[in-house]
């Protein structure tokens, strides 16, 4: 049996739950991916609406060498001056086979130094924060670096988009399909409403709404 | 301002985390709602890949008549003959305003009687069961009961777009078209396999081998 590929992701206080499960739940379809969840210290962290506790089953320092990471976002403030943080993602980029991240995932990278002068991808909300990183903002759903080993995706739900192309690259095509199909992902939005472009201004305006508590 | 409306979603040990946080992911961006992850009692459970741990925040007691119910699916056996859950679902869905389920979710409001004689979907793996606990089941995506407040949605991946018609019935369009943009749900899949009929026998041959160590 060859040896499982160890795909890292980081969880984190104030992270938004889906950018990580999204993922998740699609390699984890896949036998040969080994998926550990790590963070400062084991146990819960809470995500960015507070409702939401996950567990950490490893420190950074436990895996410093996966083969994938798998960097989610939410409120990422804190970890782009976190100089562990940072230190852990340029040592584990050394040598992964895959570096990605999901929304505002990509501003640690970016932080980490991994994005200068590369396009890349985030929420759609975060552009700005994302070009203060040294990146080039695109609006496309998944931004590949073939030849720097680098992948972006963009807001939250886009991960799961990312990660069956990452199931494509990592494995094969065949077991991309099968992960779709497990997790029966044939999208059918009730609204098409998913992109910046789509939303009237009294969409606009609820999203405003929505967001203002947690800025 | 108006009573925050309290939605309770189950977790136990053995789930499918994207049957939970895609739902939760679509409700959670909407104030209005007030969400729980209940179960069995407080602290971790594992999830069905054994990879990711999630955090009850609640017992079933301590909800015992939520506005929403989301039921999450995975390995659902043990759930289906559990008095304590059953007499839950029964009790709660006496006063809900919409009792859901996701993927074989739909298998647990079965057990509890309430799908009797109605349609119903879950995970395409899982019709048969379905069928077996009373329930007409039908390969659609989402199936809606207005009268009768039910809601199932299909495998895993189904319960974002379910989430999605979920918030416009709770709240109005607006608001779910404002949470699709939020978190960014432009579905882009760079194939088009999730649905049965659309596996070639070579991806049926891949998902019979990873599905295999799991049954």
């Given at each position: 049996m060859t040896r499982r590929l160890r795909v890292a992701i980081p969880l984190f206080p104030k992270l938004t739950a889906l950018d990580a499960i999204g993922p998740y739940e699609v390699l984890a379809q896949v036998p040969a991916f080994d998926i550990t969840f790590v963070g400062h210290a084991r146990g819960e962290v809470r995500d960015g609406n507070g409702m939401l506790g996950l567990v950490v089953d490893g420190r950074f320092e436990d895996l410093p060498s996966p083969d994938v990471i798998i960097f989610p976002g939410g409120d990422t403030r804190l970890l782009q001056s976190d100089v562990r943080v940072l230190d852990w993602v340029r040592g584990a980029h050394a040598s992964t086979t895959w570096t990605t991240s999901v929304c505002a995932g990509s501003l640690v990278l970016g932080a980490a130094g991994l994005l200068d002068g590369l396009t890349a991808t985030t929420h759609w909300a975060r552009y700005a924060d994302l070009?203060?990183?040294g990146a080039?903002?695109?609006?496309?759903?998944?931004?590949?670096?073939?030849?720097?080993r680098i992948i972006t995706a963009a807001g939250v739900s886009a991960g799961i988009d990312m990660a069956l192309r990452l199931t494509e690259l990592l494995e094969d095509r065949t077991a991309?399909?099968?992960?779709?199909?497990l997790i029966e992902?044939?999208?059918?939005?009730?609204f098409d409403c998913g992109i910046r472009p789509k939303a009237t201004d009294e969409v606009m305006d609820r999203v405003r709404e929505y967001d203002a508590p947690r800025r």
């Open positions: 070009a203060a990183c080039t903002p695109v609006p496309e759903r998944v931004v590949e670096h073939l030849d720097r991309a399909q099968a992960a779709q199909l992902y044939d999208p059918q939005p009730p």
